[in-house]
């Protein structure tokens, strides 16, 4: 959902200086008063030593600029930003992070800025201000902690957290083979046998996702079809259940002691119950005529009966007897049946005993846990020589064992707990017919197209590929390795390292990308790890956010800049919305109106950012060249393209994608047709602001016509080949509403960016490093009115009107904005399961472990394929025309390509 605005006008790239490593010499601290402006500890800094420290983005540095120069010093690690992508607005973390060829160690800490002890380790006199803080204890926990910080960065990096996050990643996928190999890959078994409760009404079953059927989908998947029900009144209570799944109207009612048919015309449905109260005769001849060739058999068989049996014969040890030979003559019926029919046989809940009348006191859960055992320990052994083709229903227990006391009479269960087991065998039945996407259990494995065959193929080749090119070079540089010559007693000299080629770094990226890809797969189409259903408290959403925002307060530092909207404060927005936006998914918070109306906010606050940043950019350098076009394109739908391969989705499906792709052309378009008016024209004739603002009110009067317009929208978007890109679900009509929902932001944002530029060029606002915005007045105003609305604007005027606010930033929330783009994505395969659905269960039984584990394999990978974009983009979009044309007519034919075998599949 995020967004990747180019930098405000006047914003250069930051560059982040490589990591620094070695031992650390403290130098004696000049004397005289602290500096006003910068914290106590702070250096002061005057010429070429001032140009240090802002390199060094304000680094809390201890020794010299020249020490601080060779890596002595505590210069400050921020974000990596060299190599930004500029034509985007927003890149990602560049190549210097020591993952990439020739990359140096980056510090993983390095991203977080250093804070200045209380006391500096320093030989030098104070002033009277600071003096009573230094004593001997605090400059020892001082040094200490700048010792134990520098060797946790020495040790710990980027590249060994990715490193770390690679082996958790394969002995988890592992260990989930290994289990599955043991335990079986029927994750039917887990939804009929173990499970456990949400809250106090939404039942988890273990490992998978189960889906809540309405009405429509219950008819859809029964057609046709017949289920019988046959014991007694707790299986008639599971009966009335699952019929009021397809026709909620079903009334209750009928004699209990007979009978209760059931048949819905219209989807052609048949349910019967049968009254069998206890395991006898009676029940065998009904089962024994079903395995009669000559008769019809229902497609499902729900089974189950004790508790007549134990009341009627008072729990006597002779009527268990009795149950256990009138259930071992019934096995081989019902072991028949299951090779045809689906037959259930469903385990006795557990009863409250306080609340048993007196007929029913023999009735008692050590009775009830007897005759299960029976019922399992002959049932399992009814098939020889193979696994029993007749299910046991036990989940049901563990569901009574948490309602049973919310019983009316102690014996049959509240009408919650019943129809959680109809939703189960709705689930068991129809998972495998439907295929819901938020339903994995029961659910085989989807299998595997033509194109995603073909991305496998390619994969496999760049990986081979890569790898030999390796092995070529490591025995190059074996041979090159220098030996002393015994004639002259000297060493031959190395030979200079080349620079890395361009294949070497395309099949690199792709190698890294392809097991990347096959991780996706794993976590999300190959039924490897687990899914469960995501469940919404107060707690699991605002808990972390509270984290994350004392994270992001404590972590700041100063802007390399204090202009408006400067490129540190836009990371930091976008990387803390990001992360609310994260937390909202997984915490299963659209549910809860309040949160969602916020998020919504959210969502519109990355496309205004998308309208100021392109604008800005297109205003301020007029730079409409086909080169920055593709630069944008390919940053913004890389990952996605590669995603709807792999994954066998449509593009419409990662919709915010296909949203700011449309809009950054609509700002093209509207600033690049005839006349191209820029700031450096307007600035020489105001008449070209007027045309200007023409241009933008014809764009916002065709924003409202297809606003208001569904069918002029719907048939643009429905022409081939833009028909293949915007479909989902076979129509346009999802991506009308996506895009009609914030249909105006991106105009605002380009009205915003154009006004502050225009006061900027003007000399009327005031951006020097800790000068309020505006007037004292005007911003008190301002201030007071933005805190009093909801705006978008209100945010930016109260983060930027006092310079105070301007001039600080969370390197935290930053470092994630850098890569909120890949973080959006990734969330929908590898953090979250079944397209966003669900929750990715790497670690079963531990909810909080899981999401620690599952959160920093995200992380990294994420960080990981932004640097693969960046890489590709630099060598797959060259700057020369004519190599780009090229490239272009090439990644046309790609499409072409593409759609045909799209259409080969679908026939």
């Known amino acids: 959902m995020s967004v990747q605005p180019p930098p405000p006008a006047g914003a250069r790239d930051p560059v982040t200086p490589e990591a620094r490593a070695g031992p650390v010499t403290p130098e004696p601290r000049a004397s005289g008063p602290p500096s006003q402006a910068q914290p106590l500890l702070r250096q002061e800094a005057t010429g070429e030593e001032e140009g240090e420290e802002t390199g060094g983005r304000g680094a809390w540095g201890t020794g010299t600029a020249e020490q601080r120069r060779r890596g002595w010093g505590e210069a400050d690690e921020g974000p990596g930003e060299a190599g930004r992508a500029d034509a985007t607005g927003s890149g990602s973390p560049a190549g210097g992070e020591g993952d990439g060829p020739g990359g140096s160690r980056r510090p993983l800490l390095g991203w977080l800025p250093r804070r200045p002890p209380r006391c500096c380790p320093c030989a030098a006199p104070l002033p009277r201000s600071a003096a009573h803080c230094c004593h001997g204890g605090t400059k020892m926990a001082a040094l200490a902690y700048t010792l134990g910080k520098r060797e946790i960065n020495h040790y710990f990096s980027v590249r060994s ?93 009928g004699n209990k002691h007979e009978n209760i048919p059931f048949e819905d015309k219209t989807a052609a449905v048949k349910v019967d119950f049968l009254w069998h109260p206890e395991v006898n005769g009676s029940m065998k001849q009904c089962i024994k005529v079903w395995t009669e060739d000559s008769v019809a058999k229902p497609h499902v068989i729900v089974a189950g009966a004790a508790t007549w049996s134990i009341k009627i014969h008072n729990g006597s040890e002779e009527a268990l007897a009795q149950y ?56 399992n052994s009814s098939a020889r020589n193979s696994k029993s083709n007749v299910k046991l229903f036990s989940v049901s227990k563990l569901i009574a064992q948490e309602t049973i006391m919310e019983s009316l009479d102690g014996l049959h269960l509240p009408e919650s707990s019943r129809e959680t087991s109809a939703m189960i065998l709705m689930n068991v039945y129809c998972n495998k017919v439907l295929k819901p996407v938020d339903g994995s259990c029961c659910q085989p494995r989807p299998p595997l197209t033509l194109i995603q065959k073909l991305a496998a193929c390619f994969f496999a080749l760049s990986i081979i590929g890569y790898l030999i090119l390796y092995a070529i070079q490591c025995n190059a540089r074996r041979k090159a390795k220098p030996c002393p010559d015994l004639e002259s007693g000297e060493e031959k000299k190395t030979l200079v390292n080349t620079p890395v080629s361009s294949v070497e770094t395309l099949l690199q990226a792709f190698c890294k990308l392809g097991l990347i890809m096959a991780y996706f797969y794993m976590c999300d189409r190959a039924n490897l790890f687990m899914k469960e259903n995501k469940f919404y408290t107060h707690s699991s959403f605002f808990i972390p956010i509270i984290y994350i925002l004392v994270l992001g307060i404590f972590y700041n530092e100063n802007t390399k800049e204090t202009k408006v909207l400067n490129r540190e404060q836009t990371d930091e927005w976008k990387g803390w919305m990001q992360l609310v936006i994260l937390i909202y998914h997984i915490s299963g918070a659209s549910t809860f109106l309040p949160v969602y109306m916020h998020i919504r906010v959210l969502v519109a606050a990355y496309l205004f950012q998308t309208g100021y940043g392109h604008f800005s950019y297109f205003w301020v350098k007029g730079d409409f060249g086909i080169h920055r076009v593709c630069q944008v394109l390919f940053r913004l739908n890389f990952l996605v393209v590669v995603l709807c391969i792999v994954m066998d989705r449509p593009y419409q499906f990662y919709y915010f994608v296909p949203l700011v792709t449309v809009w950054f052309m609509v700002i093209y378009v509207t600033l690049a047709l005839w006349p191209q008016i820029t700031q450096k024209k307007a600035n020489g004739n105001c008449l070209w602001h007027l045309g200007l603002l023409l241009k933008l009110a014809f764009l916002l009067l065709c924003i409202c016509f297809l606003a208001y317009s569904q069918g002029a929208f719907e048939k643009i978007f429905s022409l081939w080949p833009l028909s293949k890109c915007f479909e989902l679900n076979g129509n346009v009509y999802e991506w009308w509403f996506r895009w009609r929902l914030d249909r105006y932001v991106v105009f605002h944002g380009m009205l915003f960016a154009f006004i502050y530029l225009a006061l900027q060029r003007r000399q009327i606002l005031s951006e020097g490093k800790g000068e309020p915005l505006f007037s004292n007045k005007i911003s008190n105003f301002l201030l007071f009115i933005s805190v009093v609305s909801f705006l978008i604007v209100a945010f930016i005027l109260i983060r930027n009107i006092p310079g105070y606010a301007r001039s600080v930033y969370s390197s935290f929330f930053a470092w994630f904005g850098k890569i909120s783009l890949e973080l959006f994505i990734c969330q929908y395969h590898i953090w979250l399961a079944a397209d966003t659905r669900g929750i990715l269960v790497l670690i079963p039984g531990n909810p909080t472990l899981n999401i620690i584990v599952s959160t920093f394999i995200f992380v990294c990978v994420a960080h990981e394929i932004s640097q693969i974009t960046t890489d590709l983009a630099q060598v797959l979009i060259p700057k020369d025309n004519p190599s780009l044309l090229r490239r272009l007519a090439c990644t046309a034919a790609f499409f072409c390509g593409l759609l045909l075998l799209s259409s080969i599949q679908d026939k």
């Open 324 to 379: 256990r030979m009138n259930i071992t003559s019934i096995a081989p019926l019902l072991e028949k049946l299951a090779k045809t029919s689906d037959v259930y046989w469903v385990l006795q809940d557990p009863v409250y005993e306080d609340l048993l009348s007196e007929n029913r006191k023999m009735i008692t859960n050590e009775k009830i846990d007897a005759y299960n055992e029976v019922a399992v320990s002959i049932l």
């Open 161 to 253: 957290a990715k490193l770390l996050a690679l082996v958790a990643a394969l002995l988890l996928a592992a260990c989930h083979l290994a289990s599955r190999r043991y335990r079986g890959n029927d994750s039917c078994e887990y939804l009929l046998s173990s499970g456990r409760f949400l809250g106090d009404k939404v039942w988890q079953p273990h490992s998978c996702m189960m889906h809540k059927y309405k009405m429509s989908e219950a008819k859809s998947c029964l057609v046709d079809k017949h289920i019988a029900f046959i014991g007694d009144s707790r299986i008639r209570q599971l009966f009335y259940s699952f019929v009021k799944i397809i026709n909620p109207q079903f009334k209750e009612e």
